[in-house]
């Protein structure tokens, strides 16, 4: 298992199913900023969670799609797209941290030898993991080992890009998992063009993670207006 860092942490006991995937080149490349670069093979890490506890109060389901990026100083990861179903969690992960959060509809929920993920918003199934679980990890690799640089503020107040270091986390388990995965888009929330490929590593992992009083996000200087032009108004609605 994971070190155990000094507590407490932002969530406990939650539930999170993750698949690494391929992805399009030419897709990955227009999701990322300029700063970051695309490692080879185009690689995304995709998750469905579930929050039970939380230092804020909100109990809450959360997915993503963590693109895979490198820049001077090592691997990076940056999310392009998130959603939760409540509506703190929104507004604390879009102003504080950069994640471009948006609402939906979030399940996840055990089946027979399994553990299923699905997304759905605006009436369309955009996102599902259906996971078959396999033997225990003894010594699992970390849930959020990377450095996040994610992207902050508005073209009226300037947009930024912000750096989170790595996620302080204890794992308590972690099942291996071979994962089917299915994106779809629909009008406001295009995954498909990411052609993910159709199966991918998985694992589902029981951890608490975001250790009280880490270090906050660091600025890293302004996001090239080309980029402010095309993604904005996609990550806001």
Same mark, same amino acid.
């Given at each position: 298992?994971?070190?155990?860092?000094? &507590? @407490?942490?932002?969530?406990?006991? +939650?539930?999170?199913?993750?698949?690494?995937?391929?992805?399009?080149? *030419?897709?990955?490349? +227009?999701?990322? #900023? *300029?700063?970051?670069?695309?490692?080879?093979?185009?690689?995304?890490? %995709?998750?469905?969670?579930?929050?039970?506890?939380?230092?804020?109060?909100?109990?809450?389901?959360?997915?993503?799609?963590?693109?895979? &990026?490198? /820049?001077?100083?090592?691997?990076? %990861?940056?999310?392009?797209?998130?959603?939760? /179903?409540?509506?703190?969690?929104?507004?604390? &992960? !879009?102003?504080?941290?950069?994640?471009?959060?948006?609402?939906?509809?979030?399940?996840? *929920?055990?089946? /027979? $030898?399994?553990?299923? $993920?699905?997304?759905?918003?605006?009436?369309?199934?955009?996102?599902?993991?259906?996971?078959?679980?396999?033997?225990?990890?003894?010594? @699992?690799? #970390?849930?959020?080992?990377?450095?996040?640089?994610?992207?902050? &503020?508005?073209?009226?107040?300037?947009?930024? %890009?912000?750096?989170?270091?790595?996620? +302080?986390?204890?794992?308590?388990?972690? %099942?291996?998992?071979?994962?089917?995965?299915?994106?779809?888009?629909?009008?406001?929330?295009?995954? $498909?063009?990411? /052609? *993910?490929? #159709?199966?991918?590593?998985?694992?589902?992992?029981?951890?608490?993670? $975001?250790?009280?009083?880490? @270090?906050?996000?660091?600025?890293?200087?302004?996001?090239?207006?080309?980029?402010?032009? !095309?993604?904005?108004?996609?990550?806001?609605?």
């Amino acid at each position: 298992m994971s070190p155990e860092p000094a &507590g @407490p942490f932002i969530w406990t006991n +939650a539930t999170v199913l993750t698949v690494e995937v391929r992805v399009a080149r *030419a897709a990955a490349v +227009a999701l990322l #900023p *300029a700063a970051l670069r695309l490692p080879d093979p185009p690689t995304a890490t %995709l998750f469905v969670a579930d929050y039970p506890e939380t230092q804020f109060g909100s109990v809450y389901r959360e997915a993503a799609v963590l693109l895979h &990026g490198e /820049d001077a100083t090592g691997p990076t %990861l940056h999310c392009p797209w998130m959603v939760v /179903d409540d509506d703190t969690a929104l507004i604390l &992960g !879009r102003e504080v941290l950069g994640f471009p959060k948006k609402m939906a509809e979030i399940v996840l *929920a055990a089946r /027979d $030898g399994g553990l299923i $993920g699905t997304v759905r918003r605006r009436g369309t199934e955009i996102m599902c993991l259906d996971a078959t679980l396999q033997e225990p990890e003894t010594d @699992p690799e #970390p849930l959020f080992a990377r450095r996040m640089v994610n992207v902050i &503020g508005t073209p009226t107040s300037g947009m930024r %890009l912000v750096e989170l270091p790595p996620a +302080a986390e204890v794992i308590h388990s972690s %099942l291996r998992a071979e994962a089917r995965v299915t994106l779809r888009s629909s009008e406001r929330d295009p995954l $498909g063009e990411l /052609d *993910a490929v #159709p199966t991918g590593r998985a694992r589902a992992v029981r951890a608490d993670f $975001g250790a009280v009083g880490a @270090p906050p996000a660091q600025a890293r200087g302004d996001v090239d207006a080309d980029w402010i032009a !095309r993604r904005f108004f996609a990550r806001a609605l």
